[in-house]
């Protein structure tokens, strides 16, 4: 939604008397076109030409806080001026929370305060805008100089072995009688320049962090031996095979990601069966289920029973508080939803005896 320099009003309300007040108000405060709809509905397909709505609680077709909390959820919404019944504060507080610019009471001080409030608005919304402006400009800074950087790098690591190669091969396009030794020489060294040039390149693409270094004055380059090698990381710990069988993906690949990072060889298993035969293997350390139903009917560890002796520890995810997951020989049950950093720590403490 394009914002004006002067703002377009939307009122949202189904008492007309009320409706015709706020529109000479509005005009005579010199905002941009005011706009009056009767029901909510009306309110909603009007709202993408607005840049500020005054939007009464109680409407013929709809809930005041239910069509906030639509209009909330577009991108760039306008803002929302809430208007409540005289002594209705929860009421108003609950749209603030729900994301409403400010509110007004349906009372006597209407009128003095709606000049205030709307001003209030628009400057908050025009801050809001300039802010968003800003950032935007900043990213585009940063992303200009990140791209000059690397082009800095890519044009200092590539133009040696890139000068050589082609300088080989203008040796062999201009001598095509080179004895046999010395072409086999020359084409090795092309070969060893190529292979040069594509491990810079891979060394790019797998960058996770970005150190600089100067190039010339005024000019920095990326640092690929920092970058690829962070000085901070503490080394990872190996603790064995960890296998996972967790049937939800967007859970299954958090609980892959923390197992890596702290150290587990990880192994997503795909059912029951695959779980069981994988456990048979040596240096599984830890094995994580998640709890909840298989063909049979209901089971604590997602229809995976472990065995009575096991060189591995069994963790169960689950949503309640895991009184079954444990009798069914679970040793550490987690519950839905975890916290990561101690979802971490107690497993490393499990698997190396300390807890």
Not at 99 to 122: C, F, H, I, N, T
């Amino acid at each position: 939604m394009a914002e004006t320099a002067s703002p377009r009003v939307l009122i949202v309300d189904d008492d007309h008397t009320i409706a015709r007040l706020v529109v000479h108000v509005v005009r005579s405060l010199g905002f941009g076109q005011a706009t009056h709809v009767t029901t909510g509905r009306e309110g909603l397909e009007a709202m993408d030409e607005a840049d500020i709505v005054l939007l009464d609680h109680q409407l013929p077709d709809a809930n005041g806080l239910d069509i906030l909390e639509t209009v909330r959820a577009r991108p760039n919404p306008p803002a929302v001026i809430v208007i409540t019944a005289h002594g209705n504060e929860s009421l108003a507080a609950a749209a603030l929370r729900l994301g409403a610019d400010d509110y007004l009471a349906k009372d006597q001080s209407l009128l003095e305060m709606l000049p205030q409030v709307l001003e209030r608005v628009r400057r908050n919304r025009e801050l809001r805008k300039a802010l968003a402006a800003a950032e935007q400009d900043l990213v585009r800074a940063e992303r200009l100089a990140a791209a000059g950087e690397l082009t800095v790098t890519l044009h200092h690591t590539i133009n040696n072995p890139l000068m050589s190669a082609s300088a080989d091969l203008e040796l062999l396009l201009a001598d095509p009688d080179m004895p046999v030794a010395q072409r086999e020489q020359t084409l090795r060294d092309i070969q060893t320049a190529l292979c040069r040039i594509r491990d810079l390149v891979r060394q790019v693409g797998d960058l996770r962090d970005v150190r600089t270094k100067a190039y010339l004055p005024g000019i920095q380059m990326v640092d690929l031996e920092a970058a690829s090698q962070p000085p901070s990381a503490a080394p990872v710990v190996p603790r064995g095979g960890a296998l996972v069988l967790v049937a939800e993906e967007d859970l299954a690949r958090v609980v892959d990601l923390l197992l890596r990072h702290a150290g587990f060889m990880v192994e997503r298993c795909g059912s029951v069966d695959d779980l069981r035969q994988a456990t048979g293997r040596l240096g599984v350390a830890l094995v994580v289920v998640l709890g909840g139903t298989d063909a049979a009917g209901a089971h604590p560890l997602g229809g995976f029973d472990p065995p009575d002796t096991r060189p591995w520890r069994l963790v169960a995810l689950v949503a309640g508080d895991g009184t079954a997951a444990r009798a069914a020989g679970a040793d550490r049950v987690i519950e839905l939803p975890f916290d990561p950093g101690s979802f971490t720590a107690e497993l490393i403490a499990m698997v190396s005896g300390s807890s």
